[in-house]
């Protein structure tokens, strides 16, 4: 699909589909917004390289046997493996290739949601944005090993190409009885997704990666996280809202830089 066929598909499709077109409008709006605002000189001082390393760092005084966490994965990676194998023959944008698989949370970053869920043993998590479900796929299979916890996901269709059906298309059937899907946009569900819950463990912040966005996020989901609980944000670099927010709350996060592109970082913060 070229430039021109892009453009007319979306066209298309918005005045088909007003309310989401008016939707692509404020994102691409914001996306705009956000690349013509200087960018804070984030200089995180302790960027970590690994998930053990921010374990570690988490968890100073306890041990943990990784080669236990490592096999307990096996059989999800090899099936991620063949997902990802499939895909990449795919035309992006597609019906069968909705999402660019680049952007996505990298593995050692969903590696380290899976480790930090089979310590912390969550009941709750909410996550924002789900695509293919990469890190859905590590957090439920923790809750299974675990044999508790409930992921409660909000994501919705915006553009021609992409369908529900591919929304966490990743996820393997034997995970799926542990996760909650709610087919909508943050902005219009996590409120009343969050007071039917009360308080939850962690959340997981992988949706539009807009400044305006995750600080709306980020100040919503705040009061209802547990003490102890997390805020975790993929993308941070993107723009200044992880960094105001930390700034704001005086709150030091880690950061996990992922290898899936450049200058690219999971923003990791523990509520006091």
Not at 99 to 111: G, H, K, L, M, W
């Amino acid at each position: 699909m070229n430039n021109l066929q892009l453009y007319l598909s979306l066209l298309k499709y918005s005045i088909s589909n007003p309310e989401k077109g008016i939707q692509l409008l404020k994102s691409t709006y914001q996306v705009w917004c956000d690349a013509n605002t200087k960018q804070h000189d984030h200089n995180y001082d302790k960027i970590k390289y690994d998930a053990h390393e921010v374990i570690q760092t988490l968890f100073p005084e306890e041990f943990f046997d990784f080669n236990e966490y490592k096999k307990n994965l096996t059989s999800l990676q090899n099936e991620i493996f063949v997902f990802f194998q499939k895909l990449e023959n795919q035309k992006y944008p597609s019906r069968k290739k909705p999402y660019p698989t680049i952007y996505q949370i990298d593995n050692e970053s969903a590696y380290f949601l899976y480790i930090l869920c089979r310590i912390l043993k969550p009941k709750t998590i909410v996550e924002t944005g789900v695509a293919y479900g990469l890190s859905s796929a590590y957090i439920l299979q923790a809750f299974i090993d675990n044999n508790e916890g409930t992921l409660y996901s909000i994501d919705s269709v915006f553009r021609p190409w992409e369908s529900e059906e591919m929304i966490g298309s990743i996820i393997p059937t034997t995970l799926r009885n542990r996760w909650k899907f709610v087919n909508g946009i943050a902005t219009k569900k996590l409120k009343d997704m969050l007071d039917s819950l009360g308080k939850i463990d962690i959340f997981l912040h992988d949706s539009l990666h807009t400044y305006q966005n995750m600080m709306f996020e980020f100040n919503l989901v705040w009061p209802y996280i547990k003490k102890q609980g997390f805020l975790i944000s993929d993308d941070i670099a993107s723009n200044n809202a992880f960094f105001d927010f930390c700034t704001k709350n005086n709150l030091s996060p880690i950061i996990l830089s992922q290898k899936n592109q450049e200058k690219s970082f999971l923003g990791i913060v523990r509520k006091p």
